[in-house]
Nanobody, 121 residues
Framework: VQLQASGGGLVQAGDSLRLSCAAS????????MGWFRQGPGKEREFVSC????????YYADSVEGRFTISRDNAKNTVYLQMNSMKAEDTAVYYC???????????????WGHGTQVTVSS
């Protein structure tokens, strides 16, 4: 499966942004999906993940209550709605696909190229 993330950009603190990750191939509905991010000089960290139908979702403490993950299996797309954004949300955001729902990046076997999100304070 190939993944393509989009929707990044430059926003101000307090603004909202929605990221999309489109997947190719017929297996999307059998995959769990996750969003991770990598800030300057930092390791890639977990942001959110969703099971195959969006029934179970998890969030990092730093984004809980502000970010929402969702998926549309008919469109082979997973979304990350980001509200009340903060400067510390600045990072390259990556979507990953895997078999087992996990907060660990090692559990995701497929990755997109990432999309830059910059939040000015």
């Amino acid at each position: 499966v190939q993944l393509q993330a989009s929707g990044g950009g430059l926003v101000q603190a307090g603004d909202s942004l929605r990221l999309s990750c489109a997947a190719s191939g017929p297996t999307f509905r059998r995959l769990v999906m996750g969003w991770f991010r990598q800030g300057p000089g930092k390791e890639r960290e977990f942001v959110s993940c969703s099971d195959r139908i969006g029934g179970s979702t998890y969030y990092a403490d730093s984004v809980e209550g502000r970010f929402t993950i969702s998926r549309d299996n008919a469109k082979n797309t997973v979304y990350l709605q980001m509200n009340s954004m903060k400067a510390e949300d600045t990072a390259v955001y990556y979507c990953g696909a895997g078999t087992y729902l996990s907060t660990l990046k090692q559990q995701y076997s497929h990755w997109g190229h990432g999309t830059q999100v910059t939040v000015s304070s």
